[in-house]
């Protein structure tokens, strides 16, 4: 089992920035691939962005490509995300996933359905 903790999240205005950490611990070497996803109130979840913790390739969907960067501290198995020029609409919250990938192409924002393990979630809401 992988445990994951987030935090970070809080309240900016329009144009501020966040940065989100995820602690990761328990079996983390059954994972290679770990993300972020948010879910804005009323939507459905989505992909925001995510590692592979081997090789350090990253994806990012393409609205938060120039925003959004995710990085990784592998000397604390922690997982983070810089957020830059936060808009309204990036109000939601966001949750860190992790994953076994068996390719690497599998390691997407677009596979987050394949993500098993899942944090509890910190909310970010972004006024105007």
């Known amino acids: 089992q992988v445990q994951l903790v987030e935090s970070g999240g809080g309240s900016v205005q329009a144009g501020g920035s966040l940065r989100l950490s995820c602690a990761a611990s328990?079996?983390?070497?059954?994972?290679?691939?770990m993300g972020w996803f948010r879910q804005a109130p009323g939507k459905e979840r989505e992909g925001v962005a995510v590692?592979?913790?081997?090789?350090?390739?990253?994806y990012y969907a393409d609205s938060m490509k120039g925003r959004f960067t995710i990085s990784q501290d592998n000397a604390k198995n922690t997982v983070h995300l810089q957020m830059n020029n936060l808009k309204p609409e990036d109000t939601g919250m966001y949750y860190c996933?992790?994953?076994?990938?068996?390719?690497?192409?599998?390691?997407?924002?677009?596979?987050?359905?394949?993500?098993?393990?899942w944090g509890q979630g910190t909310q970010v809401t972004v006024s105007s």
């Open positions: 328990g079996d983390t070497y059954s994972t290679n691939c």
């Open positions: 996933a992790a994953r076994l990938v068996t390719l690497a192409a599998y390691c997407r924002p677009r596979t987050m359905q394949d993500f098993r393990y």
């Open positions: 590692i592979n913790t081997g090789g350090g390739t990253t």
